[in-house]
């Protein structure tokens, strides 16, 4: 999905986008730095603390068809978190570009699960069930998605390996045809993290929405989702903290 580096460790299929769109690694301030490797250390500490900008992964692929960059690509890539220049407390996420391993090191290895409107097959990545045993070019502990309205991240079986899971952002959680797509392209059923345990609507003047994430805890060696209850400011489109919002974090059912 993003441009890597032949140098780097997990040298893959370049993007249709060009280097200008995203950022290089090696520019990143000590700030962005140091956020990014705080939110690696304990993402959900961090998310406690620090609100969550997604929006901009999607901004920075627009010039060049989100669709494409975002569903067709390579669903993994670099990111960093950026430190919002008025508040101190928030951050965007950005992918970055990486040409050593010590930049990748500082930066964010992550699966990227798509978002698809319509009524179509939702977006989706397939993951390992545990990354540690995963090869080096599929080995990270994050997956980030575009913010959630009403939709799931839905954990299903590969449909033909049995040390992956494959994981939909799914948009119509309870349309049956998006079930019934979903079935044809994946095994059975894992878990779902869905708008009754991430969803709160805390304040009319804000479109709630929520940053998920997930995460493979090492402590407890599988998988976790991350929720951060954000609301949308109609007036100038920007993310701000959901009111009274509390983060909320669980095991995914059945990381074996």
């Keep these: 999905m993003f441009i890597r580096s032949a140098t780097s460790p997990h040298a893959g299929p370049s993007s249709a986008a060009s280097a200008a769109e995203v950022i290089r690694a090696s520019a990143l301030s000590k700030d962005a730095l140091a956020h990014t490797q705080a939110f690696k250390q304990h993402p959900q500490r961090y998310l406690e ?68 409107s319509g009524d179509v097959l939702p977006g989706y990545t397939d993951i390992p069930k545990n990354p540690r045993l995963a090869a080096a ?51 059975s059923r894992v878990d779902a993290f869905s708008e009754k345990e991430y969803f709160q609507p805390h304040s009319v003047a804000l479109m709630p929405v929520s940053a998920n994430v997930m995460h493979f805890n090492p402590h407890q060696s599988g998988w976790e989702f991350i929720g951060q209850p954000q609301g949308i400011n109609p007036h100038n489109n920007t993310v701000q903290p959901m009111p009274q919002g509390k983060v909320v974090s669980r095991p995914l059912a059945a990381s074996g």
Excluded at 169 to 175: A, S, V
Aim: proline share 7%; glycine share 6%.
């Design 137 to 187: 070019h599929d080995n990270a502990v994050f997956a980030f998605t575009p913010g959630m309205n009403g939709c799931s991240l839905e954990v299903r079986e590969h449909p033909e390996r049995s040390d992956y899971y494959r994981v939909f952002h799914n948009q119509h959680p309870t349309r049956q045809k998006q079930s019934d797509l979903i079935h044809e392209h994946a095994g």
């Design 49 to 116: 603390h620090h609100l969550l900008d997604i929006s901009g992964v999607m901004r920075a692929n627009d010039k060049t068809g989100t669709p494409m960059q975002l569903n067709e690509s390579p669903k993994k890539g670099y990111f960093a978190l950026i430190p919002d220049a008025m508040d101190k407390n928030k951050v965007s996420l950005k992918p970055v570009t990486v040409a050593s391993t010590r930049e990748a090191e500082q930066a964010i290895y992550a699966h990227w699960i798509p978002f698809k």
